[in-house]
């Protein structure tokens, strides 16, 4: 679409979503709470170039995540820890590791006092904006950090008369 004739957005971006969590307990006679579970999305990005660089036809791409979480409770279950990993994938990007780790102690005859101790590593997939992005805000023209990004994004600009003198060019290719 041709933003100089206002603001006018297209947006037809697909978005698919599945994920599943499966606490296998029951099958380790209740020894921990070990959960296991997955997420896939898929982005099919369609704007007609008016919010990303999709000017040539809808961009797709997906990402994953994987996880494995234990609880165990020791001492009267008033010690209880947990421990988990994360992995998650970009298909533009290598694949990251969040790790977590804590104790949590509980206090008092009616155990009604807590205390907690945990280490963690985050992280998050970038956003369909922070990667596609090509939006002409006016002053600024916004671009994504998606890796064919920059040669997707191509712009023709007029260049201005004192430009032209110096480089025999009426306009310029960004």
Do not use: C, M
């Not at 990402?63 to 947990?82: C, I, W």
């Not at 590791?97 to 997939?125: C, D, I, M, W």
Request: charged share 25%.
């Amino acid at each position: 679409g041709d933003l100089t004739t206002g603001a006018k957005f297209i947006d037809k971006t697909k978005f698919r979503h599945v994920n599943g969590n499966y606490n296998i307990a029951h099958l380790i006679d209740d020894w921990a709470d070990i959960q296991i579970g997955g997420s896939f999305r898929e982005y099919e990005l369609n704007s007609q170039g008016t919010i990303f660089t999709d000017i040539d036809g809808p961009i797709k791409y997906n990402e994953y995540g994987a996880y494995l979480q234990v609880q165990k409770k020791f001492l009267d279950d008033r010690l209880k820890f947990t421990g988990s990993a994360r992995y998650d994938k970009n298909e533009f990007f290598d694949g990251f590791v969040s790790p977590r780790v804590s104790f949590a102690y509980t206090l008092g005859e009616e155990k009604n006092h807590n205390l907690r101790v945990s280490v963690q590593q985050g992280f998050r997939n970038p956003t369909t904006q922070d990667l596609f992005i090509g939006l002409n805000a006016g002053r600024a023209i916004l671009v994504g950090s998606a890796p064919a990004n920059l040669d997707r994004d191509v712009r023709t600009f007029n260049v201005s008369a004192s430009g032209q003198a110096l480089t025999g060019q009426s306009t310029v290719e960004i």
